[in-house]
């Protein structure tokens, strides 16, 4: 009778064959659990508890490698974004990537949820997302914007593709009602469409080439470059004494006399 007993308790002792080892799980397994959940469209239904429950772990389980349930989903996001932000086109044509860079983010927080709640919930600096501004930066300074102004056309346009995905998709599920629609209506749809997006998205950038420095003569058609205040100087003294010699100018530059290329000093007035 004695044995029975004992058999019982040692299988007290033993883990669940369902459950994982212990110290197997790490962060990259819950992350990777939770990505095939948000891909299956499940984004919905998933907690803490359920996707323990499918790692074969307690919950509590999950908390020594993630903070909760936001820090999941960020980086779960971040990983989505990843292959899809990207534009094919060139950087070179400055406007047109950043339509299709606009449009690529639109249409991934449109098609997830998961990842409209996390830049709806809280500023977004994943390693994707950061890696997301600083090219996108880095296109419109070439493009000819100062960093400041950069900065502001940045804000600007990704506030409004963030707002108009929100938009377009809390209106996913609206249909008309039982009567006539109205035209009035019909147009009011509309604008939350992707060609609507795309033609605020025109009106905007419109708006942020006129802030644009001028080009230098020879640079590149359709593309400006970011330069250096020692280049910016050197290019302007170039340009205002064309006779003189450009390596005595980089010297001037670089803390020599002024009088190195024969460059008049300026008159007291």
Known sequence: MGEPAQASGQQENEPS?????????????????AVTIVEAGRYAEMSIRSLAADLGVAPM??????????????EVVSRLLAPVWRPAVSEDDWQEWIVEAAASLRQFLVTQPAALHVYLRHPVASPTAVERMDTMMGVLRRAGLDEQTARAAYGALHTYTIGFAALEASRAGWVPGSGEITSLAQQLAAYTTAGQFIEGLRYLLEGISRHLRPAWPGS????????????????????????????????ILDGTRRSACGLPWPRAA
Not at 17 to 33: K, M, T, V
Not at 61 to 74: F, G, P, T, V
């Open 17 to 33: 064959a369902s459950r994982a080892p212990w110290g197997s799980l790490s962060r990259e397994d819950i992350i990777d659990a």
């Open 61 to 74: 389980s999950l908390y020594r490698h993630i903070r909760d349930k936001d820090d999941l989903l960020d």
């Open 220 to 251: 590149q058609p359709g593309r400006q470059e970011v330069i250096t205040v020692r280049e910016w100087k050197f290019r302007a003294m170039v340009a205002l004494f064309p006779s003189a010699n450009k390596d005595a100018v980089r010297r």
